[in-house]
């Protein structure tokens, strides 16, 4: 058998692919894809733009949907507060709507939730003697809000007030009730054995005083409407509060002490 190679001079023989050259794909705009689709009819037409350009669609509808959260979050949060309550080591009754209760004192408040928000939290834990990754988010959260004077109506167990209220006078967190409630406000939480006191300490860390800290709010607007399960509950007002009057209000609104409930604070009490 013979087999005959190729040499440098042979032309090979051509065929009419060789000379095939592929078209360039369609340049697509909106003005073409929808004409095309106008062409075809709404069925074929809606059914050729779902296969290609469904994936385009989803990503702008969620881009849509992402950008109107953020915004509306950012004015929301923008929103003046009413006032911002927190309080620690306790429990919300689970079938109890906090929002109900914030939306209550708002209202007593003659604000509109609408254009104003409300803190209201009591669930989070503080142990000073247990340093764990939740105990040391609490801790730097309460300083930050404190330092920013984000604080109002702040209180809990005794562990906590016992941690944040007993110290040198210029070091505690609390005010002293004497010094900021009405005259007629203080005589009503001292006469009916309310007040917790705590001491104010020297250098040295003995005992120079005592202040009324915060108030026992076992029998309040706080286990009634907002659902605290775990009492006692103590109460007191950041001592850099940026909004004092309201946070005396808050106080006299959760004991019915408000304008035409006087009688059912007492019952209360009693």
Known sequence: MRIELETPDQ?????????????????????????????????????????????????????????VSLVTTIIRNKR???????????????DVNTDDFCLSFAEHMGKNLDDYQMLFTASDMFDPETMSEEMQATFYKFAAMIAASEQDIIGGDRTFVDYYAQGMTDEVYFYDMKTILPEDLYTYFEENDMFYYSNYLDENGAVIGKYASAIDASESRL????????????????????????????????????????????????
């Not at 946070?247 to 059912?264: H, N, T, V």
Request: proline letters at 4%; glycine letters at 4%; one cysteine or more.
């Open 11 to 67: 032309k090979k023989k051509t065929s009419s692919s060789d000379s095939f050259i592929p078209p360039k794909d369609e340049k697509r705009t909106f003005k073409t894809e929808f004409a095309k689709m106008k062409e075809m009819g709404f069925k074929e037409g809606f059914k050729y733009f779902w296969y290609y350009y469904r994936n385009t669609l989803l990503v702008i509808v969620l881009c849509i949907i992402c950008a």
């Open 80 to 94: 003046p507060y009413v006032i911002e309550v927190q309080l620690y080591n306790n429990y919300v009754n689970p």
């Open 223 to 270: 286990t009634d409407e907002a659902g605290l399960l775990i009492t006692p509950v103590y109460v007191g007002v950041a001592c850099n509060t940026g909004r004092l009057e309201e946070s005396i209000e808050f106080i006299r609104w959760i004991f019915y002490l408000d304008d035409g409930d006087a009688e059912a604070a007492t019952a209360a009490v009693e």
